[in-house]
């Protein structure tokens, strides 16, 4: 499993967090957390890191 910060960085920037929730299975206030900035991206867990640089993978988002 690969975590690219960078990448989840820029999906919270251009995708609502309800989206990518939904489209994760990811719960919704774990996404609105880490893309407010009220949990830290580094302290998020491996596969949640994974998950959210896959779901960017695939969306195909211009960094």
């Not at 960085?9 to 929730?21: D, G, H, M, T």
């Not at 774990?30 to 893309?35: E, I, K």
Request: hydrophobic share 40%; proline share 2%.
């Amino acid at each position: 499993m690969k975590v690219d910060t960078e990448k989840i960085k820029v999906l919270f920037e251009k995708e609502n967090p309800y989206r990518i929730a939904k489209d994760t299975g990811l719960a919704v206030s774990v996404v609105q957390r880490l893309a407010k900035g009220e949990r830290k991206l580094e302290n998020a867990s491996i596969r949640v890191g994974a998950i959210l640089t896959e779901y960017a993978n695939n969306r195909r988002l211009k960094y």
